[in-house]
């Protein structure tokens, strides 16, 4: 299963971008899923409420954590963890990681249980 969507490889530096693109790719995947199957994209009956619950979650994660804020804002977790490098640069590689897995069709086995 893979998608043609924007497979754009960067990996953003910022959180809040890294965020919109992977919560994007999600909604691209359920409106793809939600319209009849195309022939590169297998269905499962399963995929749409995954996809949906995946969207939720991550939704919800990002406005509680603050991801969705933009990078400069005072209390966005770009800010919150300008200290902390690690922290930060773990959370943009998580985010990119869905985001590819969406890409690729992997979603469904491996969303991360932090979101």
Same mark, same amino acid.
């Given at each position: 299963?893979?998608?043609?969507?924007?497979?754009?490889?960067?990996?953003?530096?910022?959180?809040?971008?890294?965020?919109?693109?992977?919560?994007?790719?999600?909604?691209?995947?359920?409106?793809?899923?939600?319209?009849?199957?195309?022939?590169?994209?297998?269905?499962?009956?399963?995929?749409?409420? $995954?996809? &949906?619950?995946?969207?939720? =979650?991550?939704?919800?994660? #990002? @406005?509680?954590?603050?991801?969705?804020?933009?990078?400069?804002?005072?209390?966005?977790?770009?800010?919150?963890?300008?200290?902390?490098?690690?922290?930060?640069?773990?959370?943009? $590689?998580? &985010?990119?990681?869905?985001? =590819?897995?969406?890409?690729? #069709? @992997?979603?469904?086995?491996?969303?991360?249980?932090?979101?």
């Amino acid at each position: 299963m893979s998608l043609i969507l924007d497979s754009s490889s960067t990996i953003p530096q910022d959180i809040d971008q890294a965020y919109a693109q992977c919560l994007n790719s999600l909604k691209d995947l359920i409106v793809q899923l939600t319209y009849p199957p195309h022939d590169d994209l297998r269905h499962d009956e399963r995929s749409l409420p $995954k996809a &949906l619950d995946t969207y939720g =979650r991550l939704r919800t994660w #990002g @406005e509680e954590s603050r991801a969705a804020l933009p990078a400069g804002s005072r209390e966005s977790l770009d800010q919150i963890l300008r200290q902390e490098d690690k922290m930060r640069n773990a959370v943009v $590689k998580t &985010l990119a990681k869905i985001h =590819r897995q969406v890409l690729s #069709g @992997e979603w469904a086995i491996s969303v991360p249980s932090c979101i």
